[in-house]
């Protein structure tokens, strides 16, 4: 069966370091992969989805980038860090269009 | 564009209790439909959905939603809630074809069931 890991759960930055969250999933090969932040009270706001290797889409601009340097791995950064980028990030896949998307974990990162 | 709305943002019950949570979605093409349960601190975890077929769809927990395409509405129901339903719940909606790979979100309704 297909599983998503996330990590790390919880994380503690100062302002101005440096971010990495990885994303991984097992079980499938060539899944959509996304990043969606949510913030406190709020909805899924979609950051990142990536159809194939190398290929990444972004919807909101940002003080975050993506990567996808394999298949099945989905890596979301930052070089310098906000205030504004506390929340609670999600990784999650699907297999296709008109498939559900599944979600793993997720990361609350707060912002010192 | 696709376009999720639901309806109550809170949704106080009591135990045992019938509970019903709006979605109404606009789109100009069919589409698919899911409902996700976020539990606090936990990713989304999906509870039914619809891509064809029957309009009535069971999902885990023993919840249903009813796809009413002349609505435009996709309401999740059960009949009788349990304090471990509590949660917030997500409504969401996807286009048939073209090349859209995301996923459109309502702003989600939280469910508190009081004993």
């Known amino acids: 069966s297909q599983t998503i890991h996330q990590w790390p759960a919880t994380l503690v930055q100062p302002v101005g370091s440096p971010l990495s969250l990885e994303c991984t999933v097992e079980g499938t090969s060539n899944p959509n992969l996304y990043w969606y932040r949510q913030a406190a009270g709020r909805g899924l706001q979609l950051l990142f989805y990536s159809v194939g290797i190398g290929q990444i889409s972004s919807e909101v601009p940002q003080n975050l980038s993506a990567s996808r340097p394999q298949d099945r791995q989905f890596i979301l950064s930052s070089k310098k860090l906000l205030l504004s980028d506390s929340g609670f990030y999600l990784c999650?896949?699907?297999?296709?269009?008109?498939?559900?998307?599944?979600f793993g974990d997720g990361t609350r990162l707060s912002i010192l | 564009a696709q376009s999720v709305t639901q309806l109550d943002s809170q949704v106080p019950v009591f135990e045992e209790a019938p509970v019903e949570l709006r979605c109404n979605y606009s789109s100009s093409v069919s589409v698919y439909l899911f409902w996700y349960v976020q539990y606090p601190n936990q990713g989304l975890q999906l509870l039914l959905k619809?891509?064809?077929?029957?309009?009535l769809v069971k999902g885990i927990n023993g919840f249903e939603a009813e796809f009413n395409k002349s609505q435009t509405s996709f309401h999740l129901r059960k009949p009788s809630v349990h304090i471990s339903d509590t949660a917030e719940y997500f409504c969401?909606?996807?286009?048939?074809?073209?090349?859209?790979?995301?996923?459109?979100f309502g702003k989600g309704t939280l469910l508190t069931v009081n004993p």
């Open positions: 999650a896949w699907t297999q296709g269009r008109g498939q559900p998307q599944h």
């Open positions: 969401a909606v996807s286009e048939y074809g073209g090349s859209n790979y995301k996923l459109t």
């Open positions: 619809y891509l064809s077929g029957s309009t």
